[in-house]
């Protein structure tokens, strides 16, 4: 699939800066967030964003 060439998973180090925002909507809380990926250079790596929404059980 990729054409008998290997990937290099030699290990790197990477600096990483998250920030996280909660709302709270009664019935659920929502986590919103940010994390952005440093190479040791100081160079921007990449960023992502995430969320995650958590509720109670009914059955609980």
Known sequence: CNGGKAFNL???LHNAASKFR???E???II???T???FLPSGELLL????W???S???FS
């Open 10 to 12: 030699s290990p790197t």
């Open 22 to 24: 909660k709302y709270d």
């Open 47 to 50: 960023q992502d964003y995430n």
């Open 52 to 54: 995650t929404v958590g």
């Open 31 to 33: 986590l919103v967030g």
């Open 56 to 58: 109670r059980s009914p």
């Open 35 to 37: 994390t952005k990926w």
């Open 26 to 28: 009664g019935n659920r």
